[in-house]
Every structure is written in structure tokens, then in C-alpha cells.
């Protein structure tokens, strides 16, 4: 199976190193010539995986059509830009393994439902779960979940991307593993505001687990099942992101628990906190759902500056008495 990348951040580089361990040539797309340069002339990622030497089958191209004859593709740009890098791809037979985690502005739409509207014809799967992109390209044990409603295709991508330390387990419930790595951001943006403002640990293990309820009631009104929410992509990811600075989601919502304005945390950044994008339109589409996500409409407010931290806290707090 001839694997190509489409996007070379942090994730697409890492996710390139672990489909060369095997020896196969690998092509990995990248926006920026400076990124091509560098993988091609250094074996590093300079800009997005600094520090980690990459294998020498990785050539990085700046053209998408030098991704035709790839049997299979791991799409990994965010999720806001999927749809138009999707459009640009070359037509043809390969499967898109979808590495984003978001809810796409506008539409709604889950990364899977976005690739289905742009290439109906695409067999599609997605690997979410707690993947921090630094530790994967340092070898380090990892498990993820690989979702995908074709079982053959699906055991055939794990095979192809399992290694040693790189554990894939198998799932059908494409729409489970997409809603735990969206929802997962945006809690860890609140469990990131509990340390910036130094609330102590019993605030973070409660907002992850009453932030796991809103996702679970999430999930269930999409029709993801419980059992892929409880898993890898979703308390799996949930706890990995909401405990580390090493987490961009995280780090985002300490500086705002630390009293920074998010336009100024966002201004200039050039990696992906997905979390402030996939926020105020998760609340948009559980608020039509009529899912009570209280946590995610929190971190909205912050987000666009309607609350501050101690009217936040003060909402959460003073929600009515009620049974777990
Ligand atoms: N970094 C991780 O540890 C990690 C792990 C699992 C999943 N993810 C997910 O993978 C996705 C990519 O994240 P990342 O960490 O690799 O990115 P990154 O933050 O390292 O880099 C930003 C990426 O966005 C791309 N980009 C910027 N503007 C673009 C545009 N207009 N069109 C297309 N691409 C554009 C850049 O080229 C670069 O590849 C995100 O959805 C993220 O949630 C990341
Ligand atoms: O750095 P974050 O917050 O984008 O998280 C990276 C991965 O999604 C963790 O699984």
C-alpha cells in the first residue's frame, strides 16, 4: 500500500515517519517551500517537529498531484482547511485515512461528513486518540483507534500503519472516534483556564469528567457509540490533553485562565489550537441538538470575551443541584 501525506505540521510529519518505519518510500505534502526544503534537504521538520531526524524514504513535495498514485492518503491539514485542500487533491482510487480532529465553521460537519461531500467516490477512514505528534516520532508506546465502516479496508490501514510502539485498534464507529478528538479540544481549553488560574486539581478532574458527560450526550445524539467514547479517541484523549501544557488546547486555555485575551493568543500563532475554532460551532450544533454541553458554552464565552474567568467559574458553580 503506497502511503502519501497530505500536511507536514507537527501530526502529518510524525504520522510520515510512522508509515516509513517500515522501510516504504513515503510522500508528504506541505504548504510552506521552507518545510519541503528542510524535509528534503535535512530530514527535519524545522518549523513543526523540530529536533527529530526523519527517515530518508520521506520525500516532501509542494504539489498535491505528486500524491496521484497513492493508494492510500493520510489527510492531516486542521480542520478548517480540509475542505479546500480536499478539492485540490487528485481525483483517483485512494482511501482518505482522516487525521483532524474538529467540527468544521459554517457547515457543522465532522472531518469524515466534509470528505464525503467532497469525494463521494473516497473510501474513508479516521484515526484519532491520545497522540501527542512528539512522543509518536520519538518511538514511544502509543495506542490509537482506526475507524472505518469498510472492515477489510480498515484491517488493511492497520496493518499498514502498526508498528511496534504504534498500536491501532480497530473501530467501525467512525463518527465516535471524530466526536471524542473534536470535543476533546475544546474541554481541554477549559481544564488549561482551571490551571492558568491556579484552581487546584479537583476543578480539572471535574471539569474531565463532567466534560466527558458533554461529550458523551454529544456523542449519543450523533449516534456515536458509548464504548468508542469511553476508548482511545475519546476519555483516552480527553485525559491526555487536559493534563499537559504540551497540549496546545491546554496551553491556549492557561493563558486565558492567566487573564490573557484569546485575539492576542491567537494572533500570529502559526500551529493549531483546533479547539478555539471547533468551540462556537460545537455549541451551535449541540444547542440545535438540544444536548447540554455547559463546559463547552463556558469556553465560548471566554473565547469571544463576554465573560472573564471568575464569571465563568461562577456559571459553572452555580448551575442548579442536580444527581450525576
Ligand atoms: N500535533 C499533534 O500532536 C496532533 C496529534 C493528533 C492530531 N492532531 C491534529 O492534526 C491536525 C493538524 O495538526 P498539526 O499539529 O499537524 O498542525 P501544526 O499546528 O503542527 O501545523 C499547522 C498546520 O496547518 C497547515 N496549514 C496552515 N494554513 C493552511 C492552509 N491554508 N491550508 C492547508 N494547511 C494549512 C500548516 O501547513 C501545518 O501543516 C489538527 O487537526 C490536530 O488537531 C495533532
Ligand atoms: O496539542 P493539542 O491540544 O492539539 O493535542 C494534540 C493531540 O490531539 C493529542 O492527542
Not at 3 to 24: F, N, P, R, S
Not at 286 to 305: D, F, N, Q, T
Amino acid at each position: 500500500m503506497k502511503i502519501g501525506v497530505v500536511g507536514a505540521g507537527a501530526w502529518g510529519t510524525a504520522l510520515a515517519q510512522v508509515a516509513a518505519a517500515k522501510g516504504d518510500a513515503v510522500t508528504l505534502w506541505a504548504l510552506e517551500p521552507e518545510v519541503v526544503a528542510s524535509i528534503n534537504d535535512a530530514h527535519e521538520n524545522s518549523l513543526y517537529l523540530p529536533g527529530v531526524t526523519l527517515s530518508p524514504t520521506i520525500r516532501a513535495v509542494d504539489d498535491l498531484a505528486a500524491l496521484a498514485d497513492c493508494d492510500a492518503l493520510l489527510v492531516v491539514v486542521p480542520a478548517q482547511h480540509l475542505r479546500a485542500v480536499l478539492r485540490r487533491l487528485p481525483r483517483g482510487e485512494a482511501a482518505l485515512l482522516l487525521c483532524a480532529k474538529g467540527i468544521e465553521a459554517g457547515s457543522g460537519l465532522l472531518v469524515s461528513q466534509v470528505a464525503q461531500q467532497e469525494r463521494p467516490d473516497a473510501p474513508i477512514a479516521v484515526l484519532s486518540g491520545p497522540t501527542f505528534a512528539h512522543e509518536v516520532a520519538a518511538g514511544l508506546p502509543t495506542a490509537v483507534t482506526l475507524a472505518c465502516a469498510d472492515a477489510e479496508l480498515g484491517q488493511r490501514l492497520v496493518e499498514r500503519i502498526a508498528l511496534p510502539a504504534f498500536r491501532p485498534y480497530l473501530s467501525d464507529d467512525v463518527i465516535g472516534a471524530e466526536v471524542g478528538g473534536a470535543v476533546k479540544n475544546v474541554l481541554a481549553i477549559a481544564c488549561g483556564v482551571a490551571e492558568g488560574a491556579g484552581m487546584g486539581l479537583n476543578a480539572r478532574a471535574s471539569l474531565i469528567s463532567r466534560g466527558f458527560a458533554e461529550m458523551t450526550r454529544f456523542g449519543r445524539a450523533l449516534g456515536a457509540r458509548a464504548e468508542t467514547l469511553s476508548g482511545l479517541s475519546g476519555l483516552g484523549d480527553l485525559v491526555l490533553t487536559c493534563s499537559s501544557t504540551n497540549s496546545r488546547n491546554f496551553s491556549l486555555g492557561k493563558g486565558l485562565g492567566e487573564g490573557a485575551r484569546a485575539a492576542d493568543l491567537l494572533a500570529n500563532r502559526r500551529t493549531v489550537a483546533e479547539g478555539a475554532f471547533t468551540a462556537p460551532v460545537l455549541r451551535d450544533v449541540a444547542r440545535r441538538l438540544e444536548v447540554e454541553m455547559p463546559i463547552v458554552e463556558g469556553v465560548c464565552a471566554l473565547l469571544e470575551g463576554t465573560v472573564d474567568v471568575a464569571d465563568m467559574t461562577g456559571m459553572l458553580l452555580a448551575r442548579p443541584l442536580r444527581s450525576e
